[in-house]
């Protein structure tokens, strides 16, 4: 299973970008990248997925060079109610991987 | 997206006694369930995989004598938490696997439940 590294935490503001960009250089080649984001006393909740380039959703974008080796989560305007947990992972969708989680990114908004 | 529900919420028990939590999908069959353990500003676990219709997989030193799992249909997995101590007490969350025929080809996404908090007194 590839190993995904995160920053520990990252504090913003208000209506700004927020990029937290994951690291994982073992990826293989039939894994997809999936973010979650869990807050306090929640199961995680599905944010985006994607393989390469970019994927856009309602509630963020997702950026992932041609070497796959890392992905950024991009947060458009973040909110005091995006303040949460963000977790990577990285696994295959054949219906045998399992999700293992790394230590995620909590991410402070502040006003 | 699909749900996944779980039941209790919250659950406080006597050390000794055994506790079960349930994990269901509500509108989706899920042949494989999983069940994780989070403490307190840590991560999430893994302890199992749950396939319906036979034995759970327990990762590495989760006693499955201690953490029985159940998954008897296609939208229901159980955990049993055996004399529970202390210990034991944690946030414990189920995730459901659901086959997504897209356009793009075919995948399995997984979701999870709102988890159960246990505290064991």
């Known amino acids: 299973l590839a190993k995904t590294t995160q920053p520990i935490s990252m504090d913003s503001y208000e209506g700004q970008e927020v990029n937290i960009t994951c690291s994982h250089n073992?990826?293989?080649?039939?894994?997809?990248i999936t973010w979650y984001q869990q807050f306090p006393s929640q199961g995680p909740r599905f944010i985006i997925q994607?393989?390469?380039t970019k994927v856009t959703n309602e509630v963020a974008s997702l950026f992932i060079p041609a070497d796959r080796k890392s992905s950024t989560l991009s947060l458009p305007r973040v909110s005091l109610s995006d303040t949460a947990v963000y977790y990577c992972?990285?696994?295959?969708?054949?219906?045998?991987?399992?999700?293992?989680f790394g230590k995620g990114t909590m991410l402070l908004v502040s006003p | 997206g699909a749900v996944v529900s779980q039941h209790p919420s919250w659950v406080i028990c006597k050390s000794g006694t055994s506790v079960k939590i349930e994990c269901r999908s509500l509108?989706?069959?899920?042949?494989?369930m999983f069940w994780y353990r989070q403490f307190p500003k840590q991560s999430l676990m893994l302890m199992a995989t749950?396939?319906?219709?036979?034995?759970?997989?327990?990762e590495q030193g989760v006693e499955k004598d201690k953490f029985l799992i159940n998954h008897a249909s296609l939208t229901l997995s159980t955990l049993t938490v055996t004399s529970a101590h202390p210990e034991d007490s944690s946030f414990y969350i189920c995730?459901?696997?659901?086959?997504?025929?897209?356009?793009?080809?075919?995948?399995?996404?997984?979701?999870f439940g709102p988890g159960t908090r246990l505290t064991v007194t």
């Open positions: 995730s459901a696997r659901e086959y997504s025929d897209r356009a793009s080809g075919s995948s399995y996404e997984q979701y």
């Open positions: 994607g393989y390469k």
């Open positions: 073992n990826i293989a080649t039939n894994d997809y």
């Open positions: 749950s396939n319906e219709g036979s034995k759970a997989t327990y």
């Open positions: 992972l990285v696994g295959d969708d054949s219906g045998y991987s399992t999700l293992t």
């Open positions: 509108d989706f069959q899920a042949t494989t």
